[in-house]
């Protein structure tokens, strides 16, 4: 007999090549399902709450997978941590007493982090996890750039098409984002920027074409007023900045109240400046 679980996974995405499983090449859920299948002696099929890419890191990623009901959830993840890569770590495993939950299909929204680093002098500490930006930004304007963003659009203009088949309907790239919202992070680091976005989904590469927009907006290369006119344009040649990878964190995934898997995937009380 099995029954459902579901892991809180954080990770640091330097020197994996994205979350999702790849032929020839080391991700995240190809070593965690690695490690959970020497450990359970037998296959599983875990399931993510999104996928991130090459360089992209993770605080609050989810997996949902079938485990034996017999499994000892506690010891479990102690040797999921101890097995694992050390860029690699499961922060909580849990039944659910929901057997349909599903990362990735449960989830009501996911929420991203974006770390910019605005100062003149480099930071050697921040910079696998955040952009340095060495010209001063209007952190003003990039908040007023955020406001056409608010709301269900098509996100064409700030996501890499899919590659379809040539008979194939392209799948819509109609995204409802809840919040965005620039701000300067309390910290010793002079500089150090958060952007923070939260949409039912993201399409490739959505969250990375948006931070590089709003830095050109801040760097005064294109005004607020213009983010609504790209948005509109609905043509990714529209995008000229697409921010780099590691500035990037899935911070939390959101799941629905009545589900015993509905708290956020940052539960336990955290906060890691710069991660």
């Not at 892991?7 to 499983?21: K, N, R, S």
């Not at 709450?49 to 609050?60: K, N, S, Y």
Request: hydrophobic fraction near 40%; charged fraction near 25%.
């Amino acid at each position: 007999m099995s029954r459902r679980a579901r892991l809180t996974v954080a990770y640091v995405g330097t020197d994996l090549h994205g979350f999702a499983e790849a032929d020839g090449v080391r991700t995240v859920m190809g070593e965690l399902r690695g490690v959970i299948e020497k450990v359970v002696r037998q296959p599983v099929s875990p399931v993510g709450a999104g996928r991130t890419d090459a360089g992209v890191h993770g605080w609050g990623q989810v997996v949902s997978l079938d485990l034996p009901d017999d499994t000892d959830l506690a010891d479990l993840q102690r040797r999921i941590n101890r097995l694992c890569p050390p860029a690699i770590s499961v922060r909580e495993l849990a039944w659910t007493d929901d057997p349909e939950f599903s990362a990735r299909f449960s989830a009501l929204w996911r929420h991203y982090r974006y770390h910019v680093l605005n100062s003149p002098i480099p930071d050697p500490f921040l910079a696998a996890t955040a952009w340095h930006v060495p010209r001063p930004l209007n952190l003003w304007a990039m908040q007023l750039a955020c406001d056409p963003l608010i709301g269900e659009h098509d996100f064409a203009s700030f996501c890499r098409r899919p590659k379809v088949a040539d008979d194939a309907t392209p799948p819509s790239l109609r995204r409802r984002v809840i919040s965005a919202e620039w701000r300067a992070v309390p910290d010793d680091r002079q500089g150090l920027l958060r952007f923070e976005i939260r949409a039912n989904a993201f399409c490739h590469q959505m969250v990375r074409s948006i931070v590089g927009t709003l830095v050109d907006v801040g760097l005064g290369k294109i005004h607020a007023g213009d983010v609504r006119g790209i948005l509109l344009q609905r043509d990714r040649r529209a995008v000229t900045t697409v921010a780099p990878p590691h500035g990037l964190v899935l911070w939390e995934v959101g799941y629905p109240v009545a589900n015993d898997a509905s708290r956020s995937s940052t539960a336990e009380s955290a906060t890691i400046s710069g991660s």
